[in-house]
């Protein structure tokens, strides 16, 4: 069905450029997620999400349980706003907030803190070798969930821990058990080879069929070493969660006994890039609109701005897809431009200035990195604007 008719009767009170999250989609989303987790709880990815209003409505419904932030000022700040259970996936070197985070005892209770390697615990000591109070801070160590094959020399999988097998993690919890103010409750490993690769990419059957290789080997692979970490730990701690997977790996993930909770963040708003999976179908939940401004050629128009690049590998699966009216293409010498972006393709000749171009982001939280607000449409009707965390003043990255 073309939803274009309905966006624009919805939002045809505002002025292009501007974001729009359709609700009917997000909860449709959000369902299928929870379908797919099995009954195993899923931790939000704030990262993919960046609107406060938006994780409260996500969070209220059933099958979410906690967040996962990607910077510790994002969790303090989330938690000063009454957010509860907030795991910070990534490291942090941020003397301020690792001071202010020692010395809250709510916001110590709250959230836990991932590290990888003796060195993020000597850096947190020195950071706070004078802060007095210390809370104790809550501690998940990060596995690196990555496809190793052929003696190394094929590795399919993020850089992120340095930590792969039982003993390593062994080693690391004990040291944590003996350092004063720390506390590990929880293991964390996300398998981006399954989690964040589509297993249908368009115009290549061989590549397909090879990424279905490897994630079936990566699945199998990792059933058995993430278990093996898990109860290599278990005999030094008493684990809270065992948190892996993404929007792409759900079902796989869950799967697993030794899992706990799985995480979820695309796949609320179902950017471009996650079209390209075989087990799973979501519904395009965040567009922006962009004005048509020119029509420089037959069957050619240009919109304002437009270069909303996704981070990642360059190529052309990271800019925004033309989606509504269908049929619209890049220019290809100029591509997603800063300022201006022609547009070719049959659907050109009905569009008029004035008019608009609704797109759809490669990946999903940096839409809001773009915009400062949300217009919730509901059918046909804009039911509330909301603020995303740029909207708010809050940029984290």
């Known amino acids: 069905m073309d939803d274009r008719p309905r966006y624009d009767r919805a939002t045809a009170a505002l002025d292009p450029p501007f974001a729009m999250l359709d609700l009917v989609a997000l909860r449709a989303n959000a369902a299928d997620l929870v379908r797919r987790a099995a009954g195993k709880p899923i931790r939000v990815a704030t990262k993919s999400i960046r609107s406060r209003p938006v994780l409260d409505r996500i969070l209220a419904m059933d099958g979410f349980r906690g967040l996962m932030a990607f910077t510790l000022p994002e969790a303090l700040w989330l938690v000063a706003e ?35 390697s003796t060195e993020h615990l000597d850096h947190l000591d020195r950071v706070l070798a ?6 104790e801070l809550r501690i998940c160590l990060d596995i690196d969930a990555g496809y190793v094959a052929l003696g190394g020399k094929f590795r ?11 003993e390593q993690a062994a080693e690391i919890a004990a040291e944590i058990a003996k350092r004063p103010g720390f506390r590990l409750v929880g293991l964390l490993a996300y398998e981006a080879q399954i989690a964040g690769v589509g297993d249908t990419p368009p115009g290549n059957a061989l590549v397909s069929r090879a990424i279905r290789i490897m994630q079936a080997r990566s699945a199998r692979d990792l059933i058995l070493r993430r278990g093996r970490v898990v109860n290599a730990v278990s005999g030094l701690c008493d684990l809270e969660f065992v948190n892996g997977g993404g929007t792409g790996s759900v079902e796989r993930t869950v799967r697993e006994k030794a899992v706990t909770e799985v995480a979820a963040g695309s796949g609320f708003f179902h950017p471009r890039l996650f079209d390209f999976y075989s087990g799973f179908t979501g519904r395009p939940a965040a567009l922006f609109a962009l004005p048509v401004v020119r029509r420089p050629a037959p069957g050619t128009v240009t919109v304002l701005g437009g270069g909303y690049v996704a981070s990642g590998p360059a190529d052309p699966m990271r800019l925004p897809q033309p989606y509504l009216p269908a049929g619209l293409r890049y220019a290809p010498d100029e591509g997603a431009g800063e300022v201006q972006t022609p547009l070719l393709g049959e ?3 009905d569009l008029r200035v004035g008019d608009r171009v609704w797109f759809r982001h490669a990946k999903a939280g940096e839409l809001c990195e773009r915009f400062a607000t949300l217009h919730l449409v509901e059918g046909d009707t804009l039911v509330e604007s909301v603020p995303t965390y740029r909207g708010e003043g809050k940029t984290f990255l």
């Open 130 to 135: 004078q802060s007095r109070p210390r809370q």
């Open 156 to 166: 399919a999988g993020a850089l992120r821990s340095p930590v792969r097998e039982p």
């Open 82 to 116: 009454g957010f509860t259970d907030v795991l910070v996936a990534y490291p942090t070197a941020d003397r301020q907030a690792i001071t202010a985070l020692a010395g809250d005892p709510r916001a110590a209770r709250e959230i836990t803190l991932t590290v990888d």
């Open 347 to 349: 659907a050109a000749y």
